[in-house]
C-alpha cells in the first residue's frame, strides 16, 4: 500500500514529509528511545503492515549487536600488534568498527595520504601496491579474509606506506580512531 508520513504542531495542517510505497518502516525511533512518534502515518490506500513491540524490537538489535561483536573480535584477535589488548579493550573496538564495502579496482587508501583508519578484510581480496622509483604501482602483496592493512601509519603517525586496491567485491570492517583504541596496543 502507499502510506504518507505527516508533521506538524497540534492545531495546525500536518505537512506532509515522506510517502511509503509498499516498503519501508517507521517508528523505531520511538521503540530506540521511548519517545513520543515524530510523525504521522496516514493510509493513503488499502495496505498490509507488520507491528513490532519494543521488548522484540530491543531484543532482535541486541542479538544483531552481540554477532557483528563476536564476529569483529575475531578478526581483532588475528592481528598480532592487537592480541594483548584486554577484553574489554577488545570488545570496545569491535564495537566501534564499521563496515564498509568497495567494488574491483576501487583504491581504499593511498600511498602518501594521512592515516584515517586501520581496516580488517570480512571478505574478498585487497592488492597492496607501492610507486617504484619511476612512479609506477607495483604490487607487493595480496591479502584475504582475515587481513588487515592501515596499522603501520597509524601507529606512525607517517604518511600511508602503500596503497590498497579492492580486487573484486571487498567487505571490510574500519577502524576510525578516536585516539584510545590503538592506544592501550601499543602501550603493553
Request: proline share 5%.
Amino acid at each position: 500500500g502507499i502510506f504518507h508520513a505527516l508533521v506538524g504542531e497540534p492545531g495546525q495542517e500536518p505537512k506532509h514529509i515522506h510517502t511509503y510505497e509498499n516498503s519501508g518502516s517507521f517508528g523505531e525511533l520511538a521503540l530506540l528511545y521511548n519517545m513520543p512518534r515524530a510523525a504521522t502515518i496516514k493510509a493513503h490506500t488499502d495496505g498490509s503492515l507488520w507491528a513490532m513491540d519494543r521488548q522484540t524490537f530491543r531484543r532482535i538489535l541486541l542479538k544483531s549487536a552481540f554477532k557483528k561483536r563476536k564476529m569483529y573480535e575475531t578478526l581483532i584477535e588475528s592481528v598480532p600488534m592487537l592480541k594483548t589488548l584486554q577484553p574489554y579493550e577488545r570488545m570496545n573496538l569491535a564495537d566501534a568498527l564499521v563496515p564498509k564495502t568497495y567494488s574491483g579496482g576501487d583504491r581504499i587508501i593511498k600511498q602518501g595520504d594521512a592515516a584515517d583508519g586501520m581496516y580488517f578484510l570480512e571478505e574478498g581480496t585487497v592488492v597492496i601496491s607501492v610507486l617504484d622509483d619511476s612512479g609506477k604501482e607495483v604490487e607487493i602483496n595480496r591479502l584475504g579474509k582475515g587481513g588487515y592493512f592501515g596499522e603501520l601509519a597509524l601507529v606512525t603517525h607517517r604518511p600511508r606506506a602503500a596503497s590498497a586496491y579492492a580486487e573484486g567485491d571487498v567487505k571490510l570492517a574500519c577502524e576510525y580512531p578516536s585516539g584510545r583504541f590503538l592506544l592501550p596496543a601499543r602501550w603493553h
